[in-house]
T-cell receptor, first 116, second 114 residues
Framework: GDSVTQMEGPVTLSEEAFLTINCTYT??????LFWYVQYPGEGLQLLLK?????DKGSNKGFEATYRKETTSFHLEKGSVQVSDSAVYFC???????????????FGAGTQVVVTP | SAVISQKPSRDICQRGTSLTIQCQVD?????MFWYRQQPGQSLTLIAT?????????ESGFVIDKFPISRPNLTFSTLTVSNMSPEDSSIYLC???????????FGPGTRLLVL
C-alpha cells in the first residue's frame, strides 16, 4: 500500500539557518503530494502541494519539488525564523487508487525547533 | 479553500461517557473525513463520512465506538462512545472542496478522558 516516510525529529536550528526535511513515498498510482504544518496547539494547515512529477510547490519561503525518479518531496527553506517552529507532515493522496480515493496518507511528522 | 469549524474545541470527560464532535464547513464539499491524532503522533484516518449513508471505516475503527453522521454536504458529527483514557487525542475533521483534491482541516477537538 501507499506510505510516506519522513525524517525523524526533533530538528533544532538557529534562526536564519537552512532547513531541509526529507520525505520519500511509495504509491501504486499517481499521487499528489502535500506538506502540512501544525503550529503548537493548532490544527493542520496546508503549506504547499504538488500534483505531478517535477512540479514545485512553494509558500511562505518553503519549497518542495515532486521528484518521481527518487520518489521524494523534500521540504526546504533557506532562512528559518522562530515562528517556523512547528511540526511538519508530509502526505500523499493517491487519486489513481480506487479504494483510497481522496484519502491522505501521512508521514510521522517532524518537529522543528528554531532558536533565536 | 474552506472555512471549517469544530465544536467543542476541547473537553475533559469521564471514562464511560460519550462525546459528540461537530464539524461545520462554510461551503459544499465532496468529501469529509475524520482523523485521530494521539499525543505526539501522526494522524490516523478513522472514517470517511458519507452524505446520507453509513460512514466508511478504516481498519481498527468500528461504528459502535465511533458513530458518524453526515446529514448534508456541509455538516458532520463524530461521537466517541464509552470513552477510556486511551481515547484522549485530538480529533480533526477534514474536507475536500467540490472539484478539488486538496484536503483542508478543521482546528481540531482536544479530548482528555480521565
Amino acid at each position: 500500500g501507499d506510505s510516506v516516510t519522513q525524517m525523524e525529529g526533533p530538528v533544532t536550528l538557529s534562526e536564519e539557518a537552512f532547513l531541509t526535511i526529507n520525505c520519500t513515498y511509495t504509491a501504486t498510482g499517481y499521487p499528489s503530494l502535500f506538506w502540512y504544518v501544525q503550529y503548537p496547539g493548532e490544527g493542520l494547515q496546508l503549506l504547499l502541494k504538488a500534483t505531478k512529477a517535477d512540479d514545485k510547490g512553494s509558500n511562505k519561503g518553503f519549497e518542495a519539488t515532486y521528484r518521481k525518479e527518487t520518489t521524494s518531496f523534500h521540504l526546504e527553506k533557506g532562512s528559518v525564523q522562530v515562528s517556523d517552529s512547528a511540526v511538519y507532515f508530509c502526505a500523499l493522496s493517491d487519486l489513481g487508487a480506487t479504494d483510497s480515493w481522496g484519502k491522505l496518507q501521512f508521514g510521522a511528522g517532524t518537529q522543528v525547533v528554531v532558536t533565536p | 479553500s474552506a472555512v471549517i469549524s469544530q465544536k467543542p474545541s476541547r473537553d475533559i470527560c469521564q471514562r464511560g461517557t460519550s462525546l459528540t464532535i461537530q464539524c461545520q464547513v462554510d461551503s459544499q464539499v465532496t468529501m469529509m473525513f475524520w482523523y485521530r491524532q494521539q499525543p505526539g503522533q501522526s494522524l490516523t484516518l478513522i472514517a470517511t463520512a458519507n452524505q446520507g449513508s453509513e460512514a466508511t471505516y478504516e481498519s481498527g475503527f468500528v461504528i459502535d465506538k465511533f458513530p458518524i453522521s453526515r446529514p448534508n454536504l456541509t455538516f458532520s458529527t463524530l461521537t466517541v462512545s464509552n470513552m477510556s483514557p486511551e481515547d484522549s487525542s485530538i480529533y480533526l475533521c477534514s474536507v475536500v472542496v467540490l472539484a478539488g483534491e486538496t484536503q483542508y482541516f478543521g482546528p481540531g477537538t482536544r479530548l482528555l478522558v480521565l
